[in-house]
């Protein structure tokens, strides 16, 4: 099956500076590409996905990149705010079964104000 | 609802113990979702349910584990004769079609703690 492996395991950035986490992943027909953002005591909450065929997705402060090639795709905050600090998913899946998702391990990320 | 509703928030049981989680997803969702999150893990998918079609249980990790889907919406995950392995949070998901274009909208889970 689809292996993701995710990277740091904890991040912490002062308030204003750019925070990046970085999957991998295994299964090179996958082409779904989400990730999610989970605050204490809550559940994970899509923030942003990408698909194969894009290799840059932006919204407001978030973007993720995707390299096919090197099966790694990367979660990019920029201007962080103490509101930023939760724990980051990044997940993939693949056809047909594109409904379930393999999860990386999780980041935690801390913002320092 | 508005959101996912699961229930209990938090479950705490005795080893050997069984137990049911309830998960009622997003009114209109027909795509019904459980993973679970071990401690400093990612999410890992157990069953899915769509529609009137057969379930995709291939990532139960035991036959201790069950879970149906009544009249299409209320969900209940069963762990039998719990062991200490299983304590982790348990997540439901909904959407509104199998397709992963719509995407997944999460509950805060049921901590579960097998003592």
């Known amino acids: 099956g689809e292996n993701v492996e995710q990277h740091p395991s904890t991040l912490s950035v002062q308030e204003g500076d750019s925070a990046v986490i970085k999957c991998t992943y295994s299964?090179?027909?996958?082409?779904?590409f989400p990730w999610y953002k989970q605050e204490l005591g809550k559940g994970p909450q899509l923030i942003i996905d990408?698909?194969?065929?894009?290799g840059e997705k932006k919204d407001q402060r978030i973007a993720v990149t995707l390299n096919k090639t090197a099966k790694h795709f990367s979660l990019h905050i920029t201007e962080t705010q103490p509101e930023d600090s939760a724990v980051y998913f990044c997940?993939?899946?693949?056809?047909?079964?594109?409904?379930?998702?393999?999860f990386g391990a999780g980041t935690t990320v801390t913002v320092r104000a | 609802g508005a959101g996912v509703s699961q229930s209990p928030s938090n479950k705490v049981t005795e080893k050997g113990k069984d137990v049911e989680l309830r998960c009622d997803p997003i009114?209109?969702?027909?795509?019904l979702y459980w993973y679970r999150q071990s401690l400093g893990q990612g999410l890992e998918f157990l069953i899915y349910?769509?529609?009137?079609?057969?379930?995709?249980k291939s990532g139960l990790p035991s036959d201790r584990f069950s879970a149906e889907r009544t009249g299409g919406s209320v969900s209940t995950l069963t762990i039998q004769r719990t062991q200490q392995e299983d304590s982790a949070v348990y997540l439901c998901?909904?959407?509104?079609?199998?397709?992963?274009?719509?995407?997944?909208?999460f509950g805060s889970g049921t901590r579960l703690t097998v003592v």
């Open positions: 997940a993939a899946s693949r056809p047909p079964d594109d409904y379930k998702l393999s």
């Open positions: 009114s209109g969702h027909t795509a």
């Open positions: 998901a909904s959407s509104l079609s199998g397709a992963i274009n719509y995407g997944y909208t």
């Open positions: 349910f769509q529609g009137n079609s057969a379930p995709d």
């Open positions: 299964d090179s027909a996958s082409n779904y």
């Open positions: 990408i698909r194969s065929n894009v």
